[in-house]
């Protein structure tokens, strides 16, 4: 695709709900990542894929946040029995290649999370 | 723990004025540090710098390293009432499977017509 795609971009949650978000990378894109970003904050890094491998999962702030990328190319976090904290924007990035070798990381437009 | 604090965290000006946005850093093995526009909406790729002193220019934006003093600045002159947003600066480390940027918690920007 042209650009990074998420869904939904908006999603209202009860305490205690699971969600799923899910991330398209642009088309090719070998890395993946996902981050937080609560209002007034810049993005907190949360979990890297290379392909289908989880390399860095350090940022996930809890055993309820899960992320997966099982075919190496659609990405889902999923956050279980979610709380008022978890209320944030959850962005998406991708790269052709690895941040480390200068490729560019192209964000989406984020989904906006409302923990009610 | 990699740290990034970025000055102001607000700033207002007429447009057609120039501003200074300056970011300092605190890194484990400096690799590069990132500038980015966030609108509301995907923070958009401004600048890469890697080496100290080489001046990056893209249009009315500019952005420059200082590796020993550890900050970077970007400069918009002429501004315009689209460049208001959050600029957002980033540092990564260059240590092997390190691959997540460190953000700090942006300026926001904003030019009055």
């Known amino acids: 695709g042209a650009g990074v795609s998420q869904s939904p971009r908006y999603k209202v949650a009860k305490r205690g709900q699971d969600v799923a978000l899910r991330c398209d990378p642009i088309s090719g894109h070998v890395s993946l990542f996902w981050y937080q970003q609560a209002l007034g904050q810049g993005p907190e890094f949360l979990t890297y894929f290379q392909n289908e491998a989880q390399l860095d999962k350090s940022g996930l702030p809890s055993d309820r946040f899960f992320a997966e990328r099982p075919e190496g190319s659609v990405s889902t976090l999923k956050i279980q029995r979610t709380q008022q904290e978890d209320s944030a924007v959850y962005l998406c990035?991708?790269?052709?290649?690895?941040?480390?070798?200068?490729?560019?990381?192209?964000f989406g437009e984020g989904s906006w999370l409302t923990v009610v | 723990e990699d740290k990034v604090v970025q000055s102001p965290l607000s700033l207002v000006v007429h447009e057609g004025d120039t501003v200074t946005l300056n970011c300092s850093y605190e890194?484990?093995?400096?690799?590069?540090l990132l500038w980015y526009k966030q609108e509301k909406k995907a923070p958009t790729f401004l600048f890469m710098l890697t080496s100290s002193g080489i001046e990056k220019k893209s249009g009315r934006l500019s952005s420059i390293l200082d590796k020993k003093e550890l900050f970077s600045i970007l400069n918009i002159t002429a501004t315009q009432t689209g460049d208001s947003a959050v600029y957002l600066c980033?540092?990564?480390?260059?240590?092997?499977?390190?691959?997540?940027?460190?953000f700090g918690t942006g300026t926001r920007l904003t030019i009055i017509p």
């Open positions: 980033a540092v990564a480390g260059s240590f092997f499977g390190n691959e997540k940027l460190t």
């Open positions: 990035a991708s790269s052709l290649g690895a941040a480390s070798s200068g490729n560019t990381i192209y």
């Open positions: 890194v484990t093995n400096f690799r590069s």
